[in-house]
């Protein structure tokens, strides 16, 4: 009985695997997490019709 558990990723709705090699289920990635979280779309509209998304220092190992 070890049926991995699948749940979509509540911001892009990519199938996340339910278990430890997805460390920010139930979002795909961090930046899904951070996107739910308001954290990077507050940095966004705070600068309008900025062209380019720079990612955050925190976010750079990500990439
Ligand atoms: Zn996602």
Known sequence: ?????IVPCPN???AVEWGEQSPFRPFCSKRCQLIDLGEWADEEKRIPGDPAWLPSQDDENEY
């Open 1 to 5: 009985m070890n049926k991995p558990l």
């Open 12 to 14: 892009c709705k990519t």
